[in-house]
């Protein structure tokens, strides 16, 4: 059975950004598998949809009316320091595995990150 | 190790619909290991729970009304001449994997399929 | 390859909580590999988050949001004598599988448990 590891590092510019790793994904060069993807940030997320931008914009919104950033105090997670909690709360909004699928590697795969701060 | 790999083609009849797809994984006569559901339309989910009518009607307003489908003006998506951005929203909501679970093979799955159009 | 399977079962007090149950996983001696945690009732979850207080505080407020216990008639599914629809729709807010993952046996597993009844 073949394998492959990596773990890869992204910088977003603002607070909230999307990131296509589809090609990353594609370079294992598995046709068939179980492919396993994890966001190791629990403020980050991974999903697969339509690589088009009105969309990524839809979800954007959506993800703020599901858990508004502001105002940051009616969280109280964010009495620690931090002003995340919606980031936090919607981490799971993603798939994290992806197994058997003939299509997996022509899929866009997209990875919302959430700045830590 | 066994394995049983299997591509399944569903239609339903209105823009929204639920499969019961359990036989379909009994059929595969695995009573422990790694099971992998996953929805190849990425405006679909799968999901595990009760058998219950009154609980998918639930369901379908409870998605209605974490991202309405009108007005389909709302979404961005829809300007690519689909109208189905909320379906592409809510197609997370489903988990993929479930594994050594004794269980599942008498587990009621759902397939929540939306049409693409 | 080596694995462990362990059911468990747990117990809370009120009508939902939640469980620390990150021990549990590093119990399993295992460094990397696949990890797979199904909350076997299907309205339960479980999640990875911050080991934080505020935080799971603020995640009761938004499920109670996204899906209000009250008014327990405005699901279909408590006419089957059941109480609890909301806790079944909000079940799939929770990952199920981590895989090759270095630091999943730090991290923070949490068990969302609601009763049944």
Redesign the interface.
């Known amino acids: 059975m073949k ?1 492959l ?1 990596e ?1 890869l590092w992204f910088e977003v510019k603002g607070r909230r950004g999307f990131v296509n790793i589809t090609e990353l994904i594609q370079k294992s060069g598995v046709r068939e598998g ?1 492919c ?1 993807v ?1 966001a ?1 940030h ?1 403020t980050a997320a991974v ?4 690589n ?4 990524l ?3 954007e919104v ?1 993800l703020e009316k ?2 508004p950033h502001a105002p940051t105090s009616q ?6 320091g931090e002003d995340n ?1 919606d980031a ?2 919607t ?13 997996w590697p022509t899929r866009f795969w997209i990875l919302r990150a959430n700045l830590l701060r």
Chains 1, 2, 3 share one sequence.
């Open positions: 394998s590891t773990q179980l396993l994890n190791m629990i999903f697969i949809n339509d088009e931008s009105g969309l914009h839809d979800y959506w599901l858990a969280y109280q997670h964010n009495r620690t909690a936090h709360l981490t799971d909004h993603g798939p994290r595995s992806r197994g058997r699928d003939h299509q």
